[in-house]
């Protein structure tokens, strides 16, 4: 079993910063994806930003591009959701996310992951 747990969420004004953490604990075999999505009320689960096992590939949704960077220390088993230029539509749970696989894949589905977070709420105030 794989255990994730979130922190960094809190409420901050249009065009400020937050980081989000994520720190994996348990059977990750050492070889897994990590990924960050999010839900906003009333909206269904989407795809924010995730990064590939061997940290070479990073992919963002286009709503995020640009102003979101994903990232992961292995020694701390952790990846990092750094959030810039936050605007309210960026208002949401926050969700992290782990895929094991072997490939250099970055899963984009929600049904594609195997382990979720238990979530944290980001409030950009206008």
């Known amino acids: 079993q794989v255990q994730l747990v979130e922190s960094g969420g809190g409420s901050v004004q249009t065009g400020g910063s937050l980081r989000l953490s994520c720190a994996a604990s348990?059977?990750?075999?050492?070889?897994?994806?990590m990924g960050w999505f999010r839900q906003a009320p009333g909206k269904e689960r989407e795809f924010v930003a995730g990064?590939?096992?061997?940290?070479?590939?990073?992919v963002y949704a286009d709503a995020v591009k640009g102003r979101f960077t994903i990232s992961r220390d292995y020694a701390k088993n952790t990846a990092y959701l750094q959030m810039d230029s936050l605007s309210p539509e960026d208002t949401a749970v926050y969700y992290c996310?782990?895929?094991?696989?072997?490939?250099?894949?970055?899963?984009?589905?929600?049904?594609?992951?195997?382990?979720w977070g238990q979530g944290t709420q980001v409030t950009v105030s206008s």
């Open positions: 348990g059977r990750t075999f050492n070889s897994y994806a």
């Open positions: 996310t782990l895929d094991i696989n072997y490939n250099d894949y970055v899963p984009m589905s929600v049904a594609e992951w195997d382990y």
């Open positions: 990064i590939s096992q061997s940290g070479a590939r990073t």
